[in-house]
C-alpha cells in the first residue's frame, strides 16, 4: 500500500474571505473533526500548522534568505499522511476535506517516497 500526503491548502484569502461558503470556526472543527474520524483507519499522522507562522527560506543572489511568508495569498494549513491504494483512492479520501467544501480553499494529494 503506498502512502499519500494531502496537504490542506487555504488557497486565496481573499477568495476565502468571500466564500459563498461562510460558517463559524465551531462548525468547520467539527466537520474537520467527522472528516479526521473518518479518515483514521487510513491515516499515519495529521497536523494542523499554526495560522499566521511561518518562514520561506530561499536562496537570493547566492545568499540564503528567511523571512515570513505574509505576502502570500495562499498557505498551507495542515496535512495527513494516508495509506491508499492508489492516487484515485487518495483523491477520494481527500474530496471530503472542509476547506474544499466550506471554506474556498483547495487540497492538494502527492505521494510520499520512502
Sequence with gaps: ???????????????????????????IMNKYQEWSEKLAPKTIAAHKLKDGEGRKVELTNGNVTNGPFAETKESIGGFYIVEAENYDEAVKLAEECPTLLYQGGYVEVREVEF
Excluded at 7 to 24: A, F, P, T, V
Design 1 to 27: 500500500m503506498s502512502k499519500f500526503m494531502i496537504n490542506i491548502c487555504y488557497g486565496d484569502l481573499e477568495k476565502r474571505k468571500n466564500s459563498l461558503h461562510q460558517h463559524d470556526d465551531d462548525f
